[in-house]
T-cell receptor, first 111, second 111 residues
């Protein structure tokens, strides 16, 4: 039972364009959502988060949108840069305070 | 500040062998976690420790034991390794916030 799903295993985008990574969830009791970025042979690093009481959070080139009625969140990166090439994980916090992760989407930004 | 450190970086085991994965953090965090990452599965929580002296099971605890030796250190033990435990293991710590910090990972291959 995958409570957090990232249905696109990979995404390829041209440098300077927008990257949109998507994530769907099933548990309406999740209270916090996060995005992590992971480079090969490194641990995930926190990127941006959003509380379930908000619908948008922005940090520089990164914006996360939350649509609670659709149980959907997305990460927008604009403009995309080659250094953004990595695996992106979305995660949601459950009632027990633990993080449930999606499967990851590998983003490739081509020069 | 080293953050979260893990040893070893890479290990090969034969089925039935035992080993301990070490994790230490120097950020004075109370909470520590062990995750495993498998292709197509994202990160799954094995065990966590909310504070020194306490440990609890996560999503996939079978085949593992943990010890919270002190506030800094949280070890993961495989008593009798199985090929299904081939994975990349990440330790993480957090304190009073949601995101947490991850170590660089231990790649384990069980033959």
């Amino acid at each position: 039972d995958q409570q957090v799903k990232q249905n696109s295993p990979s995404l390829s985008v041209q440098e300077g364009r927008i990257s949109i990574l998507n994530c769907d969830y099933t548990n309406s009791m999740f209270d916090y959502f996060l995005w992590y970025k992971k480079y090969p042979a490194e641990g995930p690093t926190f990127l941006i988060s959003i509380s379930s009481i908000k619908d948008k959070n922005e940090d520089g080139r990164f914006t996360v949108f939350l649509n609670k009625s659709a149980k959907h969140l997305s990460l927008h990166i604009v403009p995309s840069q080659p250094g953004d090439s990595a695996v992106y994980f979305c995660a949601a916090r459950n009632q027990g305070g633990k993080l449930i992760f999606g499967q990851g989407t590998e983003l490739s930004v081509k020069p | 500040n080293a953050g979260v450190t893990q040893t070893p970086k890479f290990q090969v085991l034969k089925t039935g062998q035992s080993m301990t994965l070490q994790c230490a953090q120097d950020m004075n965090h109370n909470s520590m976690y062990w995750y495993r990452q498998d292709p197509g599965m994202g990160l799954r929580l094995i065990y966590y420790s909310a504070s020194e002296g306490t440990t609890d099971k996560g999503e996939v605890p079978n085949g593992y034991n943990v010890s919270r030796l002190n506030k800094r250190e949280f070890s993961l033990r495989l008593e009798s390794a199985a090929p299904s435990q081939t994975s990349v293991y990440f330790c993480a710590s957090s304190e009073g916030h949601v995101s947490g910090y991850f170590g660089p990972g231990t790649r384990l291959l069980v033959l």
